[in-house]
């Protein structure tokens, strides 16, 4: 029996060591294929005592994301890893304590150099020889929030993007919507001062301005008369409607009429000026917009939009306004048409009324018998002057033969196709010559119920035989005398010639 108990006793002795090291070799194969887990993970592990505060083991992963060794991290704080974030890392701890374990990217890492590394956290608690520690895993996001960060600037461009093509579409629309009340005004509005009206009206809703003016240019005087005006007390500065402004007056007409495009003037104050953008400038005006009125290939005239404030307008503007002012050319052009032919009409309307047995297809010396010298003398001198556009003083007695002669004048000239307008002087109340001579203005006077064209306006392109001039009186004969040199005619009660 005591063999036995000693074989049993020896046995057991000799099995001892065998058990223990079948329980050992499992437990050091976990270990080794924990730290191989540890020190080649892709993510950077921390292996911290927050009661401590201290870290007690970190990866290589982590000394190299953070740019330390791994002595100097472990002699690190944790307080100073992440010394602006503590509330947060506080938070984030306690919660982990709570549940066991936790998640954010909210915080960052601290580098060595100081910077900022965004990363993704997740933590559990541990015990480790009986003290609590947490497993922390920190992954590197900066290329993940880098990528967030383009994707959100390319979501809040493509953002702007929409919204300036809809405010730019919103634009359009309205843009269409105010040429459309254009071409109504055209087709609605019967005079310029009406037309310009609608148009400044319809132009209001989508552009500002502050002075609105329509010109109508003039090739032969080479200026620009005003036709209508938009704002107050504008014609203070540029003179009324009517007033003819000289292409020499004014650098941004004159640039336009050159390049036939339009012109932006930031700011007046900035520029060079002559007296009209002085003017414009006294007026307030600061910045402007002028547009050439363009049909046929013709600078008709110029639209001039003015505001008080600096660089209102911008090249999308002035485009838009160029759509406008090409309309408004073909209204004008139209309307110069218009009101050609009903002048014309009315001219013709008065000729019937006044020379309905004086005009003539044809016309010689058959009138005019005789083979006197002098008689001969006076017929050569006639061919001598009717191709002339000079004025021509025929002396005689009444019944000798003036009127025959002023007939031959006119049909031998180049005005043989317009009428020969005639006036006898002596049979006119003196009260009425100058009205029957330079016409009248509705209201110039008391009587004058409407415009009357006057007999030196009727024979304009014609001639007109003034016959007894002499019975004037010398005041008239003066203003007469004015009219023959300039040749231009002022109706009694108008302001233009």
Same mark, same amino acid.
């Given at each position: 029996?005591?063999?036995?108990?000693?074989?049993?006793?020896?046995?057991?002795?000799?099995?001892?060591?065998?058990?223990?090291?079948?329980?050992?070799?499992?437990?050091?194969?976990?270990?080794?294929?924990?730290? #191989?887990?540890?020190?080649?993970?892709?993510?950077?592990?921390?292996?911290?005592?927050?009661?401590?505060?201290?870290?007690?083991?970190?990866?290589?992963?982590?000394?190299?994301?953070?740019?330390?060794?791994?002595?100097?991290?472990?002699?690190?704080?944790?307080?100073?890893?992440?010394?602006?974030?503590?509330?947060?890392?506080?938070?984030?701890?306690?919660?982990?304590?709570?549940?066991?374990?936790?998640?954010?990217?909210?915080?960052?890492?601290?580098?060595?150099?100081?910077?900022?590394?965004?990363?993704?956290?997740?933590?559990?608690?541990?015990?480790?020889?009986?003290?609590?520690?947490?497993?922390?895993?920190?992954?590197?996001?900066?290329?993940?929030?880098?990528?967030?960060?383009?994707?959100?600037?390319?979501?809040?461009?493509?953002?702007?993007?929409?919204?300036?093509?809809?405010?730019?579409?919103?634009?359009?629309?309205?843009?269409?919507?105010?040429?459309?009340?254009?071409?109504?005004?055209?087709?609605?509005?019967?005079?310029?001062?009406?037309?310009?009206?609608?148009?400044?009206?319809?132009?209001?809703?989508?552009?500002?301005?502050?002075?609105?003016?329509?010109?109508?240019?003039?090739?032969?005087?080479?200026?620009?008369?005003? @036709?209508?005006?938009?704002?107050?007390?504008?014609?203070?500065?540029?003179?009324?409607?009517?007033?003819?402004?000289?292409?020499?007056?004014?650098?941004?007409?004159?640039?336009?009429?050159?390049?036939?495009?339009?012109?932006?003037?930031?700011?007046?104050?900035?520029?060079?000026?002559?007296?009209?953008?002085?003017? @414009?400038?006294?007026?307030?005006?600061?910045?402007?917009?002028?547009?050439?009125?363009?049909?046929?290939?013709?600078?008709?005239?110029?639209?001039?939009?003015?505001?008080?404030?600096?660089?209102?307008?911008?090249?999308?503007?002035?485009?838009?306004?160029?759509?406008?002012?090409?309309?408004?050319?073909?209204?004008?052009?139209?309307?110069?048409?218009?009101?050609?032919?009903?002048?014309?009409?009315?001219?013709?309307?008065?000729?019937?009324?006044?020379?309905?047995?004086?005009?003539?297809?044809?016309?010689?010396?058959?009138?005019?018998?005789?083979?006197?010298?002098?008689?001969?003398?006076?017929?050569?001198?006639?061919?001598?002057?009717?191709?002339?556009?000079?004025?021509?003083?025929?002396?005689?007695?009444?019944?000798?033969? #003036?009127?025959?002669?002023?007939?031959?004048?006119?049909?031998?000239?180049?005005?043989?196709?317009?009428?020969?307008?005639?006036?006898?002087?002596?049979?006119?109340?003196?009260?009425?010559?100058?009205?029957?001579?330079?016409?009248?203005?509705?209201?110039?006077?008391?009587?004058?119920?409407?415009?009357?064209?006057?007999?030196?306006?009727?024979?304009?392109?014609?001639?007109?035989?003034?016959?007894?001039?002499?019975?004037?009186?010398?005041?008239?004969?003066?203003?007469?005398?004015?009219?023959?040199?300039?040749?231009?005619?002022?109706?009694?009660?108008?302001?233009?010639?």
């Amino acid at each position: 029996m005591e063999k036995i108990e000693t074989a049993k006793g020896q046995g057991m002795a000799s099995e001892t060591p065998e058990a223990d090291r079948g329980r050992e070799e499992p437990l050091r194969a976990s270990e080794e294929r924990s730290r #191989k887990i540890f020190e080649h993970s892709n993510d950077a592990i921390f292996v911290v005592d927050p009661e401590r505060d201290e870290i007690l083991d970190v990866n290589p992963v982590a000394c190299r994301m953070l740019g330390y060794s791994r002595g100097e991290l472990l002699s690190l704080p944790i307080s100073e890893v992440h010394p602006d974030e503590m509330p947060e890392l506080l938070a984030f701890a306690r919660s982990v304590y709570e549940r066991g374990s936790g998640w954010t990217d909210e915080l960052t890492c601290l580098t060595k150099s100081g910077s900022r590394l965004p990363a993704e956290i997740s933590a559990s608690v541990i015990e480790i020889e009986g003290r609590i520690c947490l497993i922390v895993m920190a992954r590197d996001i900066s290329a993940r929030k880098r990528a967030e960060a383009m994707l959100q600037q390319h979501a809040a461009a493509l953002e702007r993007l929409v919204e300036e093509r809809t405010a730019e579409l919103s634009r359009s629309r309205e843009q269409y919507r105010i040429l459309l009340e254009v071409n109504n005004a055209i087709i609605l509005s019967l005079t310029r001062e009406a037309l310009f009206q609608a148009i400044a009206q319809a132009l209001r809703s989508v552009i500002d301005f502050d002075r609105g003016m329509l010109t109508l240019y003039n090739p032969e005087k080479d200026s620009f008369r005003v @036709l209508a005006l938009e704002g107050a007390s504008l014609s203070d500065h540029l003179g009324a409607v009517g007033t003819d402004l000289s292409r020499q007056a004014s650098i941004i007409i004159g640039r336009v009429l050159e390049e036939r495009r339009p012109v932006l003037v930031g700011d007046l104050s900035r520029e060079r000026r002559l007296p009209a953008e002085q003017a @414009l400038l006294g007026a307030g005006i600061r910045s402007i917009v002028v547009l050439p009125l363009i049909a046929t290939g013709e600078v008709l005239g110029t639209l001039h939009l003015g505001s008080r404030t600096p660089d209102r307008y911008s090249e999308a503007d002035a485009g838009f306004l160029q759509e406008v002012a090409n309309q408004l050319a073909l209204a004008v052009e139209n309307m110069k048409a218009y009101e050609e032919i009903a002048h014309l009409k009315r001219r013709l309307q008065e000729e019937n009324v006044y020379l309905r047995e004086e005009i003539q297809t044809d016309y010689n010396f058959e009138e005019l018998i005789g083979e006197s010298r002098a008689l001969k003398k006076v017929l050569r001198t006639v061919e001598t002057v009717a191709p002339t556009d000079t004025t021509v003083l025929l002396l005689g007695e009444t019944g000798t033969g #003036k009127e025959l002669v002023a007939r031959a004048i006119h049909h031998l000239g180049r005005r043989k196709d317009r009428a020969l307008v005639k006036v006898n002087c002596a049979a006119l109340p003196s009260g009425l010559i100058e009205s029957e001579l330079f016409g009248h203005e509705k209201g110039a006077f008391t009587g004058a119920l409407s415009r009357k064209i006057g007999r030196f306006e009727l024979a304009d392109g014609g001639t007109i035989f003034l016959d007894e001039i002499a019975e004037m009186s010398l005041e008239l004969q003066s203003k007469l005398l004015r009219v023959l040199e300039s040749g231009e005619v002022r109706r009694i009660g108008s302001g233009k010639n």
